[in-house]
């Protein structure tokens, strides 16, 4: 089962500029990570957002979250070629418990 | 920093024969592993979760008598996909909660084609 969904599905920006996406979800969480995936290989672990918390932030990265629309977004600065990959959000109910991803969203960062 | 191997990382094999995927946390005890299931432009879709000396529970729709799970020791969970069909292609990924600590660590996953 996926639990929630990101937008855009496919995002092409030139390079330098800034890249947001977006995570809906649908079930009360405990923590919202977001992961980035490069063609065909494993998963990056990128920053973890805890229910309580708002924002966040881990270098370029900054990440938001509302519990009350269920939502949260990724934010990348300054974006860079090696950005180009595919990003997806996934949420947990518990500490330690399965992780659920949405549909991700493929960054195409454009020299 | 927690390392998570999964082995193989390419396998090619003929309908109606049985894989395994190896995964192990090299640095650290796994409570929990995970295996997922990607298709190509698609998100990762859970199959199951396993707890070290236990079975695994399976997610909806996932056969288990098809994908047999086995968590043998808190740092190796293994995968077999039993005889395999064309439509069983596909990039399986596992990944592992740290015990005491929480958190995931992902395995590099396993490109698994059928044919």
């Known amino acids: 089962s996926q639990q929630g969904e990101e937008d855009p599905q496919a995002l092409s920006i030139q390079e330098g500029e800034n890249a947001t996406m977006n995570c809906s979800y649908k079930?009360?969480?405990?923590?919202l990570q977001w992961y980035r995936q490069n063609s065909g290989r494993g998963l990056v672990h990128l920053i973890l957002?805890?229910?309580?918390?708002r924002e966040k932030h881990s270098g370029r990265l900054r990440v938001t979250l509302d519990t009350s629309k269920k939502s949260s977004s990724l934010l990348i600065t300054a974006s860079r070629a090696a950005d180009t990959a595919s990003y997806f959000c996934?949420?947990?109910?518990?500490?330690?418990?399965?992780?659920?991803f949405g549909k991700g969203t493929r960054l195409h960062i454009l020299p | 920093g927690a390392v998570v191997s999964q082995h193989p990382s390419r396998v090619i094999c003929k309908s109606g024969t049985s894989v395994k995927i190896e995964c192990r946390s090299l640095d650290f005890q796994a409570t929990t592993m995970f295996w997922y299931r990607q298709f190509p432009k698609q998100s990762l879709m859970l199959m199951a979760t396993?707890?070290?000396?236990?079975?695994?529970?399976?997610e909806q729709g996932v056969e288990k008598d098809k994908f047999l799970i086995n968590h043998a020791s808190l740092t190796l969970s293994t995968l077999t996909v039993t005889s395999a069909h064309p439509e069983d292609s596909s990039f399986y990924i596992c990944?592992?909660?740290?015990?005491?600590?929480?958190?995931?660590?992902f395995g590099s996953g396993t490109r698994l084609t059928v044919v």
């Open positions: 396993s707890n070290e000396g236990s079975k695994a529970t399976y």
């Open positions: 996934a949420t947990g109910r518990n500490r330690d418990d399965k992780i659920i």
């Open positions: 079930t009360s969480i405990n923590n």
């Open positions: 990944s592992a909660s740290r015990l005491g600590v929480g958190g995931y660590t």
């Open positions: 957002i805890r229910s309580n918390e």
